[in-house]
């Protein structure tokens, strides 16, 4: 199982990126996913999280309104579009998975899978 995230970048304040993260060697579709940040120094942060189905999701309270995560039915991959960038959400940004079958904690740390991070940094 590999997760591969991509989309991180410079972008100034008030600006945009779509973040992607690929998941292969599970079963299409199978698995609740997740973005998690984090700062070198700072414990890693929830930032939001999207079921098997793409039916249900969570944000962590700063993110909602800005941040939108999105997962393809069928597909173990998954989107984080990021608007409004501010200079605190600068971060390494990892995705993460969890088989359906092992239930839906979306901000719980027991993700099964994760990815190797994009650097997102947001100059003021």
């Known amino acids: 199982v590999q997760l591969q995230a991509s989309g991180g970048g410079l972008v100034q304040t008030g600006g945009s990126l779509r973040l992607s993260c690929a998941g292969s060697?599970?079963?299409?579709?199978?698995?609740?996913m997740a973005w998690f940040r984090q700062v070198p120094g700072k414990e890693r942060e929830f930032v939001a999280a999207?079921?098997?189905?793409?039916?249900?999701?969570d944000y962590a309270e700063s993110m909602k309104g800005r941040f939108t995560i999105s997962k393809p039915y069928g597909q173990n991959t998954v989107f984080l579009q990021m608007n409004n960038l501010k200079p605190e959400d600068t971060a390494v940004y990892y995705c993460?998975?969890?088989?359906?079958?092992?239930?839906?904690?979306?901000?719980?740390?027991?993700?099964?899978?994760w990815g190797q991070g994009t650097l997102v940094t947001v100059s003021s």
């Open positions: 993460a998975a969890r088989p359906w079958a092992r239930g839906w904690d979306p901000r719980g740390p027991t993700y099964d899978y």
């Open positions: 060697g599970g079963i299409p579709g199978s698995w609740h």
């Open positions: 999207v079921s098997y189905s793409g039916d249900t999701t």
